[in-house]
């Protein structure tokens, strides 16, 4: 299994989980959290809530939601490698995530992180 596929396996519940420590730990509200979630994915509150507590994959979770179009303006460096330039989809997806959830716990002003 390829570092790729297991993250693709990693379950979208227990990255959230790590999220929401990162943006607490940061003093960050975790209804903004929340909110940057759904501008991504264009999930509404009760599609986000199940996707927090069921075991769906990350590439489960990035096959069935609906991607907001304003995520490819999301640009920058996530574990060292430019966003804009990853060519794996499913890893750019889950790479817009990581850059989104850093910005708002690096302090970035939140209305500033909707593209």
């Known amino acids: 299994m390829t570092s790729n596929e297991r993250v693709y ?32 994915t264009e999930l509404n509150d009760n599609e986000l809530a199940e996707y927090k507590q069921n075991n769906a994959t990350l590439r489960e979770f990035f096959e069935a939601a609906p991607m907001n179009p304003r995520r490819k303006e999301i640009k920058g460096v996530v574990c060292g490698v430019r966003v804009e330039d990853i060519e794996d ?3 750019q997806e ?22």
Do not use: C, H
Request: zero cysteines; charged letters at 35%; a positive charge.
């Open 9 to 40: 396996n990693y379950t979208f519940s227990s990255i959230y989980k790590n999220y929401v420590n990162k943006v607490e730990r940061k003093d960050k509200p975790v209804e903004q959290l929340d909110a940057l979630l759904k501008w991504l």
């Open 89 to 91: 989809p499913l890893m």
């Open 94 to 115: 889950i790479r817009y995530m990581d850059k989104i959830v850093d910005e708002l716990a690096r302090g970035k002003n939140f209305e500033n992180i909707f593209r």
